[in-house]
């Protein structure tokens, strides 16, 4: 946002922000992680059509918070290989 946004634009935006109350913050944090959540899935149903809901969710796990995690969290499944 610094490098290609207008400071006046940057600055009211930030003023914007600021006034909003906390739970509003939350509530839009919320949604956004809802519908980051969201595009992702679409992306990796696109992807793997055949996939069914579980590996979706494993795969789902490994886009947002690494392989690692996805692994500590689902074990050896197998959209986990390769």
Known sequence: ?????DPRRRERYLQLLRAQSPEDRLRKAGALT????????AGIRQ??????????R????????????????FGSHPALRG
């Not at 946002?1 to 946004?5: A, G, I």
């Not at 992807?47 to 979706?56: G, K, M, N, R, T």
């Open 1 to 5: 946002m610094d490098q290609d946004t």
């Open 34 to 41: 809802r519908a980051v959540r969201q595009l992702a899935t």
């Open 47 to 56: 992807a793997f059509p055949l996939a069914d809901e579980a590996e979706i």
């Open 58 to 73: 494993v795969r789902l796990a490994e886009r947002l918070y690494g392989r690692e995690v996805a692994a500590r969290l």
